[in-house]
C-alpha cells in the first residue's frame, strides 16, 4: 500500500509559478515510477509529466513542456512539479500517481495509487 499526499496548488495569475509536491509513505519509493495528471471540471484526467523510478527518465505532454520540469528525492519520498508561466488552461486538479513497473508511462490506468489532488486556478 502507498499513500500519495500532493501540495502546494494555489490560485495564481498568468505568467506566474507554482511548485508541487507530492509525499509518499508506505512502499519503497524508489521502485515507483511517479506521474502527475490533471482534471479539468468535465474533462477527462490527462497526463501532465511522468519520471522513473531512478529519476533518470521523464516525460511531459506537449501542453507543458519547456514550462514544467517533475523531480524526485528518493531519499525523502518526495517527487515535485516545478510550473512555469502558467495559463488558465492549466487550470485544473493536479493529482500525483505511482506505479511499480519498470520506465514510465503516460497511460493513466497503469497507475496503482493516487493522491486526492491538489486545485491549480491560474486567473488571466
Known amino acids: 500500500q502507498v499513500q500519495l499526499v500532493e501540495s502546494g496548488g494555489g490560485l495564481v495569475q498568468a505568467g506566474g509559478s507554482l511548485r508541487l509536491s507530492c509525499a509518499a509513505s508506505?512502499?519503497?519509493?524508489?521502485?515507483?515510477?511517479m506521474g502527475w495528471f490533471r482534471q479539468a471540471p468535465g474533462k477527462e484526467r490527462d497526463f501532465v509529466a511522468a519520471?522513473?523510478?531512478?529519476?533518470?527518465?521523464?516525460d511531459y505532454a506537449d501542453s507543458v513542456k519547456g514550462r514544467f520540469t517533475i523531480s524526485r528525492d528518493n531519499a525523502k519520498s518526495t517527487v515535485d512539479l516545478q510550473m512555469n508561466s502558467l495559463k488558465p488552461e492549466d487550470t485544473a486538479l493536479y493529482y500525483c500517481?505511482?506505479?511499480?513497473?519498470?520506465?514510465?508511462?503516460?497511460?493513466?490506468?497503469?497507475?496503482?495509487?493516487w493522491g486526492q489532488g491538489t486545485q491549480v486556478t491560474v486567473s488571466s
Open positions: 508506505g512502499r519503497t519509493f524508489s521502485s515507483a515510477a
Open positions: 500517481a505511482a506505479g511499480f513497473w519498470a520506465g514510465i508511462s503516460h497511460r493513466h490506468r497503469l497507475y496503482n495509487y
Open positions: 519520471i522513473s523510478s531512478s529519476g533518470g527518465g521523464t
